[in-house]
């Protein structure tokens, strides 16, 4: 597991945003291909995201195993092997790429209005990204991603606060000896 904590930023206009930075093994155009082509997103990304790669296209998301529901984004930048920035409904996501000899620096820049989730989607998108990893390397992801993200959530927790933390885990993530 990836110790890199995201780190937390009040923007001017009230919006929260998380940077994630990660040191990839790989060069800027491998690590591009993990981000844009669905035969690698498949193994890491949350959802499918369908539609044009584009600036301006829209775009649909859709979790594979009905998790959640659907819902509609729109392709904000696509400039390849740079930058990939989208609106994931409600939220942006910016993706850097910066080369770094013969690896990449990738940036992660996650913004949101809603405070209460931060911890949640902290872990969730610190998860993912030490997934994405895991597929560029050629490993095999962590079988117990529950206990995984549930470690991470606590951290998150710990880290940005207990405002960060009124929305709690996802479906399946949580502790289900409450139940």
């Given amino acids: 597991m990836n110790q890199d904590l995201g780190e937390l930023e009040k923007l001017a206009d009230d919006r929260w945003q998380v940077r994630y930075t990660r040191t990839l093994g790989h060069p800027p155009e491998k690590v591009w291909h993990a981000l844009t082509e ?19 296209a829209p775009l649909s998301f859709h979790f594979r195993e009905h998790e ?4 509609d984004g729109r392709m904000l930048t696509y400039e390849p092997p740079k930058v990939l920035e989208l609106m994931w409904g409600e939220d942006r996501l910016r993706f850097e790429l910066h080369p770094a000899g013969d690896a990449t620096e990738l940036v992660l820049l996650v913004t949101t209005a809603e405070r209460g989730k931060l911890a949640r989607d902290g872990a969730g998108w610190h998860q993912k990204l030490d997934e994405l990893r895991s597929h560029l390397d ?15 959530f606590e951290r998150y927790q710990e880290r940005f606060g207990r405002e960060a933390s009124a929305i709690g885990p996802p479906e399946g ?7």
């Fill in 38 to 56: 669905p035969e690698h997103l498949d193994a890491w990304f949350p959802t499918t995201i369908d539609g044009e790669r584009k600036a301006g």
């Fill in 68 to 71: 959640a529901d659907d819902f």
């Fill in 138 to 152: 050629g490993e095999a992801v962590a079988a117990d991603a529950a206990s995984t993200w549930k470690s991470l």
């Fill in 173 to 179: 993530m949580g502790d289900d000896s409450a139940t």
